[in-house]
């Protein structure tokens, strides 16, 4: 017997709320059936095309009794309250990274989370980009043997604006989570981290003390080496490769091609167009295929969504390595008991 489509309530209309508008739109599963924003011409324009009911109240959203989950992609301090409103609902949650930049914030939500038994996931949706999670599986069933070393590089075509980097929570919190969760997926048992950053190109970075350069290194408890490579600009475009190595070989995934055709003269041989400008373009698929994974969660179906324990993880990650490269020490991570402390070593 087919189910019903899943009723959606979507909190949040800026960049990526139009993109997961879209998708829900898209997906024969499920169908947007409320929208809220405060900017409330925002959430008006996505009614008027989707046919969702309209407020500028997410609270409205949640108490409706109209939709069976949350979608969040709202501001991040509003994320905590959100997701507390909806589990207290009952409403299954899948919300946009982080979960908030203050990790206690974060702790002080987990035992209600735990406890309601209501699900929650996070948006890392790079786990569900075809290449990357085909690289992991084939990783995960031993073809590379024993992973000893993973490198992951993820470079922005251009550096946000300075008013956002104010409010951004900094480069870890922002731009490397998503590395972090990347990670993670490959090799769960971190136990150190150590970083460093600098400001090399970016007003905004330097204004608000942040950096536009950063590289992290990480250490899983069985010895594997995951190096991190960061950058707030490339002249090539959205640059975003990963190279999983071990005793018996190793894997690499490349970057996506904006066209095959290429170009041969007397001043470029196989020259190409530049990689794709935007993460949007770059993780399309990615995103529809995060949404599907997330209706079998709310349909109570077998689901590989991120947790808010996965989200948990990466936050402490992110403040690690936001230590790490302020104050030149390693620091040593417990991604099991949830503590985390830094250890002796620059």
Not at 180 to 208: E, K, L, N, Y
Not at 296 to 308: K, N, Q
Not at 341 to 346: E, Q, R, T, V
Request: charged share 20%; proline share 6%.
């Amino acid at each position: 017997m087919t189910q019903p489509p899943v009723r959606i309530g979507l909190i949040g209309t800026g960049r990526i709320g139009q993109v997961h508008a879209a998708s829900i739109a898209a997906d024969p599963g499920a169908t947007l059936a409320w929208v809220a924003d405060p900017f409330i011409a925002g959430a008006a324009a996505i009614g008027e095309r989707t046919g969702a009911r309209v407020t500028d109240s997410a609270e409205e959203l949640i108490d409706s009794g109209e939709v069976d989950a949350v979608l969040i992609a709202s501001p991040t301090p509003t994320h905590v309250d959100l997701i507390e409103l909806s589990v207290r609902a009952g409403l299954p949650v899948l919300c946009e990274k982080p979960i908030d930049l203050d990790i206690a914030r974060v702790e002080a939500l987990r035992p209600l989370v735990e406890a309601s038994g209501v699900p929650v996931a996070l948006g890392f949706n790079r786990r569900f980009d075809p290449n990357h999670a085909a690289a992991r599986a084939r990783v995960a069933a031993g073809e590379i043997g024993p992973l000893e070393q993973l490198i992951i590089i993820s470079r922005d075509p251009a550096a946000p604006p300075a008013d956002y980097v104010a409010v951004s929570g900094g480069i870890f919190r922002d731009m490397t989570i998503h590395d972090f969760d990347m990670a993670r997926f490959f090799a769960p048992d971190i136990v150190s981290v150590s970083a460093t950053g600098s400001q090399a190109f970016d007003p905004g970075a330097r204004a608000h003390g942040d950096f536009d350069t950063a590289v992290t290194t990480l250490r899983t408890g069985s010895g594997a080496v995951i190096t991190i490579v960061n950058s707030r600009h490339s002249a090539t475009g959205y640059d975003q490769r990963i190279e999983a190595f071990g005793p018996l070989g190793m894997l690499q995934v490349g970057n996506v091609q904006s066209s095959t055709v290429t170009f041969s003269g007397a001043s470029a041989v196989e020259a190409r167009p530049p990689y794709p400008e935007f993460f949007l373009e770059r993780y399309a698929e990615a995103y529809s295929a995060e949404l599907r994974e997330f209706l079998r969660l709310v349909r109570g179906e077998a689901s590989t969504s991120p947790s808010f324990e996965d989200g948990w993880a990466a936050l402490v990650l992110a403040d690690a390595a936001q230590r790490s490269a302020t104050e030149g020490v390693a620091v040593a991570v417990d991604l099991g008991s949830g503590e985390h402390g830094a250890a002796a070593g620059s």
